[in-house]
């Protein structure tokens, strides 16, 4: 199966979607199939394009797990530490951290953060502080990092109506608590699932369960297939869904399944989907594996 790169442009295929009108282009392919790709294109770019910014995940060049114990963190001032939920950075005479656009100094006291976390800056570096599990976290992201400056794209497959699916969303009648693994052994997270999508993919019946996405009333899955480990990455690949008709119907867009950070870096404590959330057949669409990995 052939594959783009985030800067593919004007992106053809030979092959067709019985679906699609029969009109030709001059690239073989209906005008209807043209405009999808094209759509697809300039999601794609953008996601690209937010991916790579000089603070985002391909900047983090360490991640920190802190203790009762200081220590210090390659990049950044001070020396390092947690009282239960609440970060200290202890700052030797002459170096200093900007926090909520204050300049602190000596012992700075963050009091409690979540997983949503809160940035500290040294210079041009973001210091993203965040709990994870019950442990805080410290991840500096450099805009000068050797991984950011070298990010060759992301390759993906072709985008192909086929695998944009009828999809109908099942909603339990309360919504249930979901454990959720990570990539992190031994760490866990407990999310809520309002329901389930069921859909066919060739010939072949399939479900996912779902949780709240980032916009009211959307969703969100994380799932592997048979192309996991092989053309894509092994761990999981995520998929936004725009919010169901009242109906439950909605389209499944596999062309837009993303990586998420730990396909890029250990660095990362992405979560993993659901053991449900294997799909028994090959969704060649969507991002492959990383050309590369921190």
Known sequence: MSEARHTIGAVTSNETNPALSETPTLDGVSAEHAAFAAAWTRWHDAHEARRADPHGFLAITSITWLYDEPQEIDGIPGRWLAEGDRPVVELAPGESLEVGGETVGG????????????????????????????????????????????????????????????????????????????????????????????????????????????TPGSLRVLFTDVTSGVTTYAATRTLDVPAPAADGSVVVDFNRATNLPCAYTDFATCPLPPASNHLSVAIEAGEKMPLSRV
């Open 107 to 214: 012992r700075h006291e963050f009091g409690p953060v979540d997983e949503a976390g809160i940035i500290a800056r040294s210079g041009d570096v973001d210091i993203e502080i965040a709990l994870r599990g019950d442990t805080v976290i410290v991840r500096p992201r450099d805009p000068r990092a050797p991984y950011l400056a070298t990010y060759p794209g992301t390759p993906a497959y072709l985008p192909d109506p086929k695998f944009a699916v009828q999809a109908r969303f099942e909603a339990y009648d309360e919504p249930r608590d979901v454990t959720i693994g990570s990539v992190v052994e031994g760490l866990e997270s407990v999310d809520r699932s309002p329901g389930e999508l069921a859909f066919t993919v060739g010939g072949v019946p399939q479900r996912l369960v779902a949780f709240n996405g980032a």
